[in-house]
């Protein structure tokens, strides 16, 4: 009590319990710091475990190749020695005959026979026969006796592949997503014109979010405009028709596309009645009766019916903010109305503009239920190839690779948006 | 309506032609959720208009055949514990991230809401398989797991939002007169964030509700979800028992947006915001 009262006169400004007021007030921001921090933490670390963990290691599946090295330990090191150009020397094949050994007793040779498929299409049985077979052998020399279980062993590009894939981790999945992949010599080089294909679905699904942002901006812009201009009450009627589908769900509506778009169905009846089909098929751009289901055109429609209030909401909302005095005074200034709307209000809305096509593009990237309903084969994105790589080709390095890209592309857009616009700006409806 | 006697003729004629466009918008907008509808009291095993006679049947089928109506069971439970739990870590973390100068807020916030910009299907491949490793694969748990990564980032943006403009000298003026922070929290800003908290929660309800990807790898054969069982069976054969499903779901999610919309106006009345 007494050292508080005389450090009291030192002319410091303290607390009732005699701390200067200083120290105290950064005790007290730091336990309500410390307390932010704690409301926060439960959840931070549920996202972390639940949903950050199982993508990075699925993102890991994309350079992590074991099945080679493990199974086939020897020939690895072996083939260290080989300088790629005539067939190996007798020693890699015993190598290989003794692993191929091990590997037929611990059932692994058919994780070899896939992965190898994967750069040589076919070896799979060859690789899962030879397993049978190389039992039998038992004693030097190797080298023919292996050759003439399968000719497959007498090419150096058989062993070539090997040679690649014998690292645990491949740069071959990521590669070949971009159609690139290694030579013999391990330089990277493009696959040629008729195997690459991963640039096409890369460009399409990049194509067709682009479309689709563009339609919902073109659509969406002008009933933004209506809304944010028309009176209160006019406006929440209207409005009905933006968040109705809003909060129906995708399914639902990718399920009503498709059951209007079917052939002969309530889609082409309405084009039949309204002479649109007369119309087109006299203009030549069609013949007969249209045939929307499986269609690009389809899923285009599709996509752009389920994103066009996500574009048009946050145009809305900054077009809600924008005084109607700016657009008089313009006016009263001399402009043309449609001047005036160009050079005064449009360049008001763009923020509005840059954050509702932002999200669509994003949200458009990882379509995956749409183009699998009411889109062709040639209409699938990304996603649709993902999906399938697990669950008819069970091949996680391809769709891990196909992920990565997929997730680059989505995670540079959504820093943009982040720096842009401000995810802590978001709103929904 | 008649446009006002000063406009030229260029300005009619865009006054018109923009109510046009945003008439035919707004009808492409409504007319497939709406066209639907009709079809599932159709007698006929078809898609076309005019229908040949009117039958309940279809909805007998949705209400009635375990196929459909255990898949509605099992999605209004998972839901139910997924909107809870989404809403309690959603809500806490909303409360901590509005605190002044919260330490590095946008990154921590960048990653809250993640689960909502990445793509569905890396995050139910990614969980697939990590969950599967925990034998969380095919049960319920995983699904609900899975469902309150993908539905907290709709809690914490709705939330954030009521409390952007909640006062916060009320917590003090609540905390002066000698309430515990628990009571504060229940009496003083529970009350006047409620609106908020109910629409991040029907946000949640309705992503987990119509989430259909991740159930595609998480859920086993037997528990099934709605979404689910239409999504196999739109791939198998379209059974017109979807039209019914599709025309239920609708009227679910119109009482979703009219509850929403009402919890907005309350709210920004008791925020003092003239609307």
């Not at chain 1, 050759?147 to 894939?165: L, P």
Request: aromatic share 10%.
């Amino acid at each position: 009590m007494a050292m508080a009262q005389a450090a009291a006169n030192d002319g410091v400004m303290r607390a009732a319990d005699g701390t200067p007021l200083k120290v105290a007030l950064a005790r007290a921001e730091r336990r309500e710091k410390v307390k932010a921090v704690g409301l926060v933490l439960p959840l931070f670390a549920f996202i972390i475990l639940s949903f950050v963990v199982p993508i990075l290691i699925m993102l890991y599946n994309s350079v992590y190749d074991p099945d080679v090295a493990e199974n086939l330990p020897q020939t690895v090191v072996a083939l260290k020695q080989w300088d790629g150009k005539e067939l190996p020397s007798e020693e890699v094949f015993a190598a290989f005959v003794a692993d191929m050994k091990a590997a037929q007793k611990n059932k692994q040779v058919a994780l070899v026979g896939k992965r190898l498929n994967y750069e040589i299409s076919g070896i799979r049985s060859k690789v899962v026969a030879t397993g049978r077979k190389v039992a039998a052998l038992d004693a030097a020399p190797f080298k023919d006796a292996v050759i003439a279980i399968d000719k497959v062993w007498g090419e150096a590009e058989t062993w070539a592949t090997i040679k690649r894939s014998s690292s645990v981790y491949t740069p071959f999945y990521i590669l070949s997503m971009l159609d690139l992949r290694q030579d013999a010599n391990g330089s990277i080089e493009r696959v040629p014109a008729d195997r690459s294909i991963y640039k096409d679905i890369l460009a399409r699904t990049l194509g067709i979010s682009f479309l689709v942002t563009l339609m919902t901006l073109i659509f969406g812009y002008p009933v933004a405009y209506l809304l944010a201009t028309s009176p209160q009450k006019t406006a929440s009627i209207l409005m009905i028709f933006v968040l109705l589908p809003f909060w129906t769900s995708l399914l639902v509506r990718t399920t009503a596309w498709m059951i209007l778009m079917t052939d002969g169905g309530v889609f082409a009846q309405v084009l039949n009645y309204t002479g649109i089909t007369w119309l087109l098929n006299t203009a030549g751009l069609m013949e007969g009766e249209p045939q929307l289901f499986k269609t690009r055109f389809a899923t285009i429609v599709a996509m752009t019916h389920i994103q066009l209030p996500f574009t048009l909401l946050p145009i809305y909302s900054v077009m809600k903010t924008i005084s109607p005095n700016y657009m008089r005074a313009a006016k009263s200034l001399g402009g043309t109305p449609f001047y005036c709307f160009l050079r005064v209000y449009m360049p008001q809305t763009l923020p509005g503009v840059a954050a509702g096509c932002l999200l669509t593009f994003i949200l458009c990237l990882g379509y995956y239920i749409t183009p699998a309903l009411v889109g062709g084969p040639t209409d699938q994105m990304i996603s649709g190839f993902i999906e399938r790589a697990i669950n008819s080709e069970n091949n996680w390095g391809k769709a891990s690779a196909l992920g990565v890209i997929l997730l680059t592309a989505t995670m540079i857009l959504y820093y943009v948006y982040n720096k842009l616009i401000g995810i802590d700006r978001m709103k929904l409806g | 309506m008649a446009v006002p006697s000063y406009f030229t003729t260029g300005e009619t004629i865009a006054y018109y032609a923009l109510r046009v466009f945003v008439g035919f918008v707004l009808l492409f907008l409504i007319s497939p959720i709406i066209a639907v509808m009709p079809l599932s009291f159709n007698s006929e095993s078809f898609f076309t208009y005019p229908m040949p006679g009117y039958s309940l049947k279809w909805y007998e089928d949705f209400f009635f055949n375990p196929r459909w109506s255990d898949a509605v069971k099992m999605s209004f439970l998972v839901a139910l514990a997924t909107t809870v739990l989404a809403t309690a870590l959603g809500t806490l973390a909303a409360l901590g991230l509005s605190r002044a100068n919260f330490p590095a807020k946008a990154t921590i916030m960048a990653v809250l809401i993640s689960p909502m910009i990445v793509p569905v299907i890396i995050s139910a491949v990614g969980m697939f398989k990590f969950y599967a490793q925990l034998d969380l694969a095919g049960t319920r748990l995983g699904i609900v797991l899975a469902h309150t990564a993908l539905a907290t980032p709709f809690v914490v943006i709705t939330v954030t939002a009521t409390l952007s403009s909640f006062d916060k000298t009320l917590m003090r003026a609540g905390a002066s007169c000698g309430a515990a922070p628990h009571t504060v929290f229940f009496k003083v800003v529970m009350p006047l964030i409620l609106p908020g908290m109910i629409s991040g929660a029907l946000f949640a309800f309705v992503t987990s509700f119509d989430e259909v990807v991740v159930v595609l790898f998480l859920a086993s054969p037997e528990d099934r979800t709605l979404p689910l069982q239409m999504f196999s069976g739109i791939r198998e054969m379209i059974s017109p028992t979807i039209t019914a499903a599709a025309t239920v779901l609708v009227l679910i999610s119109t009482a979703m947006l009219v509850t929403v919309e009402m919890l907005r106006r309350r709210s920004e009345k008791l925020r003092g915001i003239a609307s």
